[in-house]
């Protein structure tokens, strides 16, 4: 077989393609937690902790020269990441619990036996007579 042809078949297949999908909207999810983390989780911080803004706060470890630009440890920017990264966690493990729920839930369900077919309900009706 082909080089090609398994590529083919492994491409198609259809976990590589849910897992293509979960991948681009996890993407975009993560963008959204950034925006929401960035935009209105943490300016609310700041303004508790003194109109403090987090994107800003580093050390600068040496001066910017006109030949080399500034080198900071930007903890502010961290401090986000760390939080996106939190709520993020979170979600998905609200997710992945509440699959999971619903999993056993529908384990759990006792499935009714199937109703016995005509055949069977005269069979029965023929045995009990027989045996009176």
Same mark, same amino acid.
């Given at each position: ?45 700041? !303004? #508790?902790?003194?109109? $403090? ?8 470890? @040496? +001066? %910017?020269?006109?030949?080399? *630009? &500034? ?19 979170? !979600? #998905?493990?609200?997710? $992945? ?8 839930? @529908? +384990? %759990?369900?006792?499935?009714? *036996? &199937? ?18």
């Amino acid at each position: 077989m082909s080089m090609l042809q398994e590529f083919k078949e492994f491409a198609v297949k259809g976990n590589v393609v849910d897992m293509a999908v979960g991948v681009i909207v996890g993407a975009a999810f993560g963008k959204i937690v950034s925006s929401l983390v960035a935009d209105v989780v943490m300016p609310p911080i700041g !303004v #508790i902790l003194g109109g $403090v803004n987090f994107s800003d706060l580093a050390v600068t470890i @040496k +001066e %910017a020269t006109d030949k080399s *630009p &500034a080198v900071v440890i930007a903890y502010g920017k961290f401090a986000q990441t760390v939080i996106d990264f939190t709520i993020i966690a979170l !979600v #998905i493990f609200l997710v $992945v619990r509440l699959i999971t729920s619903l999993k056993k839930k @529908k +384990e %759990a369900a006792p499935m009714e *036996p &199937a109703a016995p077919s005509a055949e069977q309900v005269l069979l029965t009706e023929i045995r009990d007579l027989l045996k009176k």
